[in-house]
């Protein structure tokens, strides 16, 4: 089976905490947690919808991708994340495809698979494949 969804929106900004005054005060989204993101040098704040969360990403330093992104374009979209069945299969057969990816191999966090596909690829969006488990 091939079935792909929208996982989350990534937003990057610059404090977590001003954000969260739209996003969870404003708008109501439940707060489904804080996270720091030791690998990707970033926080992040989870906010639930029904069938995705929006993502608040703020870097934690100023060498970090999310950081040179936010000095270099301004708070905003950052990337949009699909989840797939098996990312490995994805990967091939973007890879296959010409597809430029960032990540060639699946990096792995708290037994979730993901990988970044460039943005030259896809038109200008930064798009993250994510599985669930890893099988």
């Given at each position: 089976?091939?079935?792909?969804?929208?996982?989350?929106?990534?937003?990057?900004?610059?404090?977590?905490?001003?954000?969260?005054?739209?996003?969870?005060?404003?708008?109501?989204?439940?707060?489904?947690?804080?996270?720091?993101?030791?690998?990707?040098?970033?926080?992040?704040?989870?906010?639930?919808?029904?069938?995705?969360?929006?993502?608040?990403?703020?870097?934690?330093?100023?060498?970090?991708?999310?950081?040179?992104?936010?000095?270099?374009?301004?708070?905003?979209?950052?990337?949009?994340?699909?989840?797939?069945?098996?990312?490995?299969?994805?990967?091939?057969?973007?890879?296959?495809?010409?597809?430029?990816?960032?990540?060639?191999?699946?990096?792995?966090?708290?037994g979730r698979l993901y990988a970044f596909v460039h943005p030259k690829s896809t038109g200008g969006v930064l798009v993250e494949l994510y599985q669930r488990s890893v099988a």
């Amino acid at each position: 089976m091939n079935e792909m969804r929208i996982n989350h929106l990534a937003v990057v900004v610059d404090d977590l905490d001003s954000a969260l005054v739209f996003w969870r005060d404003g708008l109501g989204l439940p707060l489904g947690g804080r996270e720091d993101v030791p690998a990707e040098a970033v926080e992040v704040a989870f906010l639930e919808l029904e069938n995705a969360h929006i993502e608040l990403v703020r870097p934690a330093d100023d060498e970090s991708g999310v950081a040179k992104y936010l000095a270099k374009r301004g708070a905003g979209m950052h990337h949009v994340c699909i989840e797939v069945d098996d990312i490995h299969a994805k990967l091939k057969q973007l890879a296959e495809a010409g597809v430029e990816l960032i990540n060639e191999t699946p990096r792995e966090r708290d037994g979730r698979l993901y990988a970044f596909v460039h943005p030259k690829s896809t038109g200008g969006v930064l798009v993250e494949l994510y599985q669930r488990s890893v099988a």
